[in-house]
């Protein structure tokens, strides 16, 4: 291990405040329409009733003297009346002061209290029976253990998990009533997510609920999880909502308010050529249905009420553009009447609520390979029929807070925190849309797809310009399942699962062969390799499928 010497001590440590101040959004947040749960501050799990904490003590820091690096643990303070906490928090030093954990308490509710009493005699919260010392910063040596962190987990009750570590700066075990441990059935199973900080055999990992996505009910408690040896099993675990109402989520009037407020403008790239079109544009100008077997097309209703619904990628049906000269024009869009196609949904448990926004363009255009200071314009790689790209906005419901913003990246992409968003006005954050392929990110620039440290891989290129789309204003509501059936009537084209483009196959990799062919022998090797790492959708032209299709809609982002 490693003596406590190595670090800054709370006390020599001027950066850190001993009450920190946490991460604001730029713009007050507005008067949110009157509703059910949503932005109340407690959200009701069934038998637990929870509330956000992210007011903090610093408890112990492992910045590393002379570097930001590391991670701070803090414990929650501002705890209501009658809440218990369930852990403490951490969070890496290089990084603005955002987070949360969850308090709890015992509430069930008066129409199903009788039902609990009968079926279950153990009350929802307890105190554990011990503490396991999970580690400590001082290897056990003779120095002073003065300064030095302390981890400890809960030893629950059998029937009970434990859903967070307690960290203290002295050797002394924390009382028993400074956390509670959770009754197993109201508890899901937890994953170990990032690496926070590791040292030798020590980690600390940042975790999440195993089940998530739109039907997943684990709850993230904002605790993290630790261990001294190897292994990826979480020892704690998270809550579970067993609210079939999902109690926090926004209701219709909510949800458009949410939007208002916080949907992007996405900016293109000034010389991009294949702009966005809203699909009813798409399918008014030409936009044709095909099925396997025929070689005529039958033009599209604009509202997609012809397309086949339901059933699957069979390959029986696909969407392409029409022939002749009027086919180079619906490749271009029509910027003018895009839109943004969103779909609403529960996130962590209903804690949260993901606004996921599509955007769709008629053509995507063909890659540039950038290798060291050479561009190299690829002929056919990476072009296609319509493109179907999103952003997903996270919102937390205690507060209606945007948390995070995932942005799409071709085959997968990447969340990015709301201090770290570049915003066009008030908390409306801007997305960069790359030229031709239509990838998403947080700030211009140019992003490598391959290795970036080689500087060899697929450009994607973002600046602002004249070409944007306001999702504030410029967006339909697709779909939000939570709010029942027939609250949201859900466009025709949305239940269209097959491919929105041919298939057509060619010999892309022989394109690239020609391109490693006459570079320099001691890269070939390397750039092959990236090649070969490539999305699969690179080396072929091939339609996307439609929203619904993707695993994403139901599931959690990828990333």
Not at 66 to 75: A, E, L, P
Not at 139 to 145: A, I, P, Q, V
Not at 412 to 423: H, P, Q, R, S
Request: contains cysteine.
């Amino acid at each position: 291990m490693f003596g406590c010497e190595c670090f800054y001590r709370k006390k020599m440590d001027p950066l850190l405040p001993s009450d920190p101040e946490t991460f604001s959004l730029p713009a007050p947040l507005p008067q949110w329409p009157p509703g059910k749960g949503f932005a109340s501050g407690r959200i009701n799990l069934g038998e637990l009733e929870v509330v956000k904490i992210s007011r903090f003590k610093l408890i112990w820091t492992s910045n590393l003297e002379g570097t930001k690096k590391g991670v701070t643990f803090y414990k929650p303070v501002g705890i209501p009346d009658g809440f218990c906490s369930l852990g403490h928090y951490c969070q890496s030093n290089d990084r603005p002061l955002r987070g949360f954990v969850l308090v709890a308490r015992e509430m069930p509710s008066e129409s199903n209290a009788a039902d609990f009493s009968t079926c279950v005699t153990s009350p929802a919260l307890r105190e554990p029976l011990d503490y396991t010392l999970v580690w400590k910063s001082n290897d056990g040596g003779e120095g002073s253990l003065e300064g030095c962190g302390f981890f400890w987990l809960p030893q629950p009750p059998e029937g009970y998990n434990s859903v967070g570590h307690l960290v203290t700066n002295s050797s002394k075990k924390p009382k028993l009533d400074k956390v509670r441990c959770v009754r197993a059935d109201l508890t899901d199973r937890c994953e170990n997510y990032r690496v926070m900080h590791s040292e030798f055999s020590f980690r600390v990992w940042s975790t999440r609920p195993s089940h998530r996505g739109m039907l997943g009910r684990g709850v993230s408690v904002g605790t993290f999880s630790c261990e001294s040896r190897p292994g990826r099993e979480s020892p704690n675990s998270c809550l579970r909502n067993l609210d079939p109402s999902l109690h926090g989520m926004p209701n219709w009037d909510q949800i458009h308010t949410l939007i208002n407020h916080y949907g992007p403008t996405v900016f293109f790239h000034p010389e991009e050529i294949y702009l966005p079109s809203s699909v009813s544009w798409f399918f008014e100008n030409g936009a044709l249905l095909f099925r396997k077997g025929d070689l005529v097309g039958e033009p599209i209703d604009v509202n997609g009420s012809n397309l086949p619904s339901g059933g699957c990628n069979d390959g029986e049906f696909w969407i392409d553009l029409p022939s002749g000269d009027w086919r180079k024009t619906i490749k271009l869009g029509n910027v003018a009447s895009a839109k943004l196609y969103v779909h609403v949904k529960p996130a962590l448990g209903g804690t949260f609520t993901d606004i996921a926004m599509w955007i769709f363009c008629p053509f995507n255009g063909s890659a540039t390979l950038k290798i060291g200071i050479a561009n190299i314009a690829l002929n056919k790689i990476g072009q296609h029929v319509c493109d179907w790209e999103h952003i997903t906005l996270r919102i937390c419901n205690f507060t209606g807070e945007l948390w995070s913003i995932y942005f799409s990246q071709h085959s997968g992409g990447t969340w990015v925190n709301a201090y770290d968003l570049e915003n066009i006005q008030g908390n409306k954050a801007i997305v960069y849309s790359s030229k031709n392929g239509h990838a998403s990110f947080p700030h211009p620039g140019t992003y490598i797809q391959g290795s970036a440290k080689l500087g060899v891989g697929i450009r994607n290129d973002c600046a602002s310009s004249n070409f944007y789309v306001d999702s504030s204003t410029q967006y339909e509501l697709a779909a939000a399942e939570y709010l029942g059936d027939g609250v949201i009537a859900e466009p025709g084209w949305l239940q269209f699962m097959r491919k929105w483009g041919p298939t057509i196959v060619y010999d892309s990799r022989t394109e690239l062969d020609k391109v490693v062919r006459v570079l320099p022998v001691m890269l070939r090797s390397s750039v092959k390799n990236i090649f070969d790492k490539l999305p699969v959708e690179l080396y072929g032209e091939d339609g996307p499928t439609g929203p619904k299709e993707k695993n994403n809609w139901v599931g959690d982002e990828r990333g």
